[in-house]
């Protein structure tokens, strides 16, 4: 990163007044960059099952599939991100790298859309006989979805710790996290409905360049704000490293017996915080200690460590450790978001089997319909930071943790699926009811709305969860790892958008509740497998943080805003 290192030492020298303003400055330049990328992002994504299935002729549970893969790969790809962000490039490069790419694949996209070539011949009225895409249209499909994947995914969680950095207090940094959820899930919401709607009703070619214009303002707006935000220090190596090198000295080093002594143990001399966090290495893991035992030969004259794959610092081990007594939490997350991507991905086909009409002349598109998640998740966020928070830190001696506001959001992803699951058994009594079955085009006579309790619920569980997640992650993890601690939590949804599908090819060869025309199939069972997985996964989840102690108890995550 071009004068990175200038850039900090300057900050560093700043007042603590003006630290802490810093955070407030880079705010619009962070926001209004966020705003841009998501309303591109939500642009090509909301509706992509639809455009699978009109432009390039897929079956519904096919392009539902393809659907979980690229959001799956927008998920998963900021861990990347992150660990690039950490080990080299830092934030900003990340960012703005992403971005360009982001931007070649949208535009790709809209070449799809633009030129016939690239996609197979439409379907005729009523035919059941529709022309498969060739390789070569394919190939050129996925590359652009790649793209625009990759793009999204090393830009969307990478934002979010550097725009967090730029703040000192943890109250602020948590603040900060709310407001950045609030824009992603706002703007997304803007896109599933102004976006898609261009794309329903004008053409998909307007759409796709509609969204790839955002994209290019995001980036104009992000490198503006360059000279204002202070940068995270370069690690001068990757911390994974690191942490591989703890493993490794451990294991050689598993049989020599340990002390209690300080002076046994190797701390950083050039780290002062390693001098104060902890003097010898904690009694968890205890055989992980070793790797900071010095033995014989394990540094050199002047003090400093001879191999560093023999020998650790006490702070690499604990970071270590710290990781190993977050994983059990982090694993909760895996069964909470394939819940909610199975309604992600079964959202649209129940919506194109259902009315849609408001009035005689208006049609909500079916991918629009994401958009009530998006505005209850920013309804509930907007409770929670203006009121609820507050009202609890002026009224009572009790303040939402993180860990509870996660716990809040599992029991309300439960009663999602089971009001998803009785919803969905209505809509086929109807379906039965006018003997629609076997009919591939049939509509059941039943509105849309039906479908609005469940989304309700869905988004306002979202908003305790969503940024609970970002922002325990961003307080628990090692220092050297914050660029990639708010990534875990897009891998576990990246994972689950995977796990999503295997649970839709189990239930497919298993049973007859997903077939391609859903009137035909028992869809409302699969969501009462999801609410029974959820269940199980919420016990787990309330064992397993009864027995967390945070890390950082200095400062309450949700006082009272300072004025």
Same mark, same amino acid.
């Given at each position: 990163?071009?004068?990175?290192?200038?850039?900090?030492?300057?900050?560093?020298?700043?007042?603590?007044?003006?630290?802490?303003?810093?955070?407030?400055?880079?705010?619009?330049?962070?926001?209004?960059?966020?705003?841009?990328?998501?309303?591109?992002?939500?642009?090509?994504?909301?509706?992509?099952?639809?455009?699978?299935?009109?432009?390039?002729?897929?079956?519904?549970?096919?392009?539902?599939?393809?659907?979980?893969?690229?959001?799956?790969?927008?998920?998963?790809?900021?861990?990347?991100?992150?660990?690039?962000?950490?080990?080299?490039?830092?934030?900003?490069?990340?960012?703005?790298?992403?971005?360009?790419?982001?931007?070649?694949?949208?535009?790709?996209?809209?070449?799809?859309?633009?030129?016939?070539?690239?996609?197979?011949?439409?379907?005729?009225?009523?035919?059941?006989?529709?022309?498969?895409?060739?390789?070569?249209?394919?190939?050129?499909?996925?590359?652009?979805?790649?793209?625009?994947?990759?793009?999204?995914?090393?830009?969307?969680?990478?934002?979010?710790?550097?725009?967090?950095?730029?703040?000192?207090?943890?109250? @602020?940094?948590?603040?900060?996290?709310?407001?950045?959820?609030?824009?992603?899930?706002?703007?997304?919401?803007?896109?599933?409905?102004?976006?898609?709607?261009?794309?329903?009703?004008?053409?998909?070619?307007?759409?796709?360049?509609?969204?790839?214009?955002?994209?290019?303002?995001?980036?104009?707006?992000?490198?503006?704000?360059?000279?204002?935000?202070? @940068?995270?220090?370069?690690?001068?190596?990757?911390?994974?490293?690191?942490?591989?090198?703890?493993?490794?000295?451990?294991?050689?080093?598993?049989?020599?017996?340990?002390?209690?002594?300080?002076?046994?143990?190797?701390?950083?001399?050039?780290?002062?915080?390693?001098?104060?966090?902890?003097?010898?290495?904690?009694?968890?893991?205890?055989?992980?200690?070793?790797?900071?035992?010095?033995?014989?030969?394990?540094?050199?004259?002047?003090?400093?460590?001879?191999?560093?794959?023999?020998?650790?610092?006490?702070?690499?081990?604990?970071?270590?450790?710290?990781?190993?007594?977050?994983?059990?939490?982090?694993?909760?997350?895996?069964?909470?978001?394939?819940?909610?991507?199975?309604?992600?991905?079964?959202?649209?086909?129940?919506?194109?089997?259902?009315?849609?009409?408001?009035?005689?002349?208006?049609?909500?598109?079916?991918?629009?319909?994401?958009?009530?998640?998006?505005?209850?998740?920013?309804?509930?966020?907007?409770?929670?930071?203006?009121?609820?928070?507050?009202?609890?830190?002026?009224?009572?001696?009790?303040?939402?943790?993180?860990?509870?506001?996660?716990?809040?959001? @599992?029991?309300?992803?439960?009663?999602?699926?089971?009001?998803?699951?009785?919803?969905?058994?209505?809509?086929?009594?109807?379906?039965?009811?006018?003997?629609?079955?076997?009919?591939?085009?049939?509509?059941?006579?039943?509105?849309?709305?039906?479908?609005?309790?469940?989304?309700?619920?869905?988004?306002?569980?979202?908003?305790?969860?969503?940024?609970? @997640?970002?922002?325990?992650?961003?307080?628990?993890?090692?220092?050297?790892?914050?660029?990639?601690?708010?990534?875990?939590?897009?891998?576990?949804?990246?994972?689950?958008?995977?796990?999503?599908?295997?649970?839709?090819?189990?239930?497919?060869?298993?049973?007859?509740?997903?077939?391609?025309?859903?009137?035909?199939?028992?869809?409302?069972?699969?969501?009462?497998?999801?609410?029974?997985?959820?269940?199980?996964?919420?016990?787990?989840?309330?064992?397993?943080?009864?027995?967390?102690?945070?890390?950082?108890?200095?400062?309450?995550?949700?006082?009272?805003?300072?004025?």
């Amino acid at each position: 990163m071009e004068n990175s290192a200038s850039h900090v030492d300057e900050v560093e020298m700043q007042s603590s007044s003006g630290r802490k303003n810093g955070g407030w400055i880079t705010f619009p330049f962070t926001i209004a960059t966020m705003a841009g990328l998501s309303l591109a992002a939500g642009g090509w994504m909301s509706n992509l099952i639809v455009f699978l299935i009109n432009e390039y002729n897929m079956k519904s549970i096919a392009a539902a599939k393809v659907f979980n893969l690229v959001n799956g790969l927008t998920t998963i790809f900021p861990i990347v991100g992150g660990i690039i962000a950490d080990s080299y490039l830092g934030c900003f490069s990340v960012i703005w790298i992403s971005s360009l790419i982001s931007a070649l694949g949208i535009l790709l996209l809209s070449l799809t859309a633009v030129i016939n070539a690239l996609r197979p011949l439409a379907c005729g009225d009523g035919s059941n006989f529709c022309t498969s895409p060739s390789t070569n249209q394919y190939v050129f499909l996925y590359v652009a979805l790649a793209l625009a994947s990759i793009g999204v995914g090393g830009t969307r969680f990478t934002i979010a710790p550097m725009g967090a950095y730029q703040f000192d207090k943890p109250k @602020h940094q948590a603040m900060f996290f709310d407001w950045y959820i609030f824009i992603f899930y706002l703007c997304w919401a803007l896109s599933t409905a102004f976006i898609v709607y261009v794309e329903d009703n004008v053409s998909w070619a307007w759409g796709y360049g509609i969204s790839l214009a955002c994209n290019v303002l995001g980036l104009a707006i992000f490198l503006a704000g360059k000279r204002f935000y202070r @940068h995270v220090k370069e690690q001068g190596g990757s911390p994974f490293v690191n942490l591989a090198r703890v493993i490794v000295a451990a294991i050689q080093k598993w049989r020599v017996p340990l002390s209690e002594q300080t002076q046994h143990y190797y701390h950083d001399a050039s780290d002062k915080t390693t001098l104060t966090t902890s003097p010898i290495p904690t009694k968890f893991f205890k055989f992980m200690n070793s790797a900071a035992f010095i033995t014989e030969g394990d540094t050199k004259p002047d003090g400093s460590i001879n191999n560093p794959w023999r020998l650790c610092t006490v702070q690499q081990v604990e970071d270590f450790k710290s990781l190993i007594k977050l994983f059990p939490l982090w694993a909760s997350g895996l069964l909470i978001s394939t819940q909610l991507v199975m309604q992600l991905s079964l959202l649209t086909l129940q919506a194109l089997k259902m009315d849609r009409h408001m009035g005689p002349h208006f049609e909500i598109p079916a991918g629009s319909m994401l958009v009530f998640i998006l505005l209850f998740t920013c309804i509930a966020i907007s409770i929670i930071d203006r009121l609820l928070n507050p009202f609890l830190a002026k009224y009572t001696r009790f303040s939402l943790t993180t860990l509870q506001r996660i716990g809040i959001g @599992h029991a309300l992803t439960i009663a999602c699926m089971a009001c998803s699951a009785l919803v969905e058994s209505r809509r086929l009594g109807v379906v039965r009811s006018h003997q629609l079955q076997g009919q591939k085009d049939a509509i059941a006579p039943m509105s849309v709305f039906w479908l609005l309790p469940q989304l309700a619920i869905n988004g306002i569980g979202e908003g305790f969860h969503f940024p609970g @997640h970002i922002a325990f992650y961003y307080q628990e993890f090692p220092t050297s790892l914050k660029n990639t601690s708010t990534a875990m939590v897009s891998l576990f949804i990246g994972i689950a958008f995977y796990l999503g599908n295997v649970l839709i090819n189990l239930v497919q060869r298993q049973s007859g509740w997903l077939p391609d025309n859903i009137n035909d199939g028992r869809m409302d069972n699969v969501f009462w497998v999801c609410c029974t997985l959820g269940s199980v996964n919420f016990i787990y989840f309330l064992v397993v943080s009864s027995l967390y102690k945070y890390k950082n108890m200095d400062s309450k995550p949700y006082d009272v805003p300072s004025k």
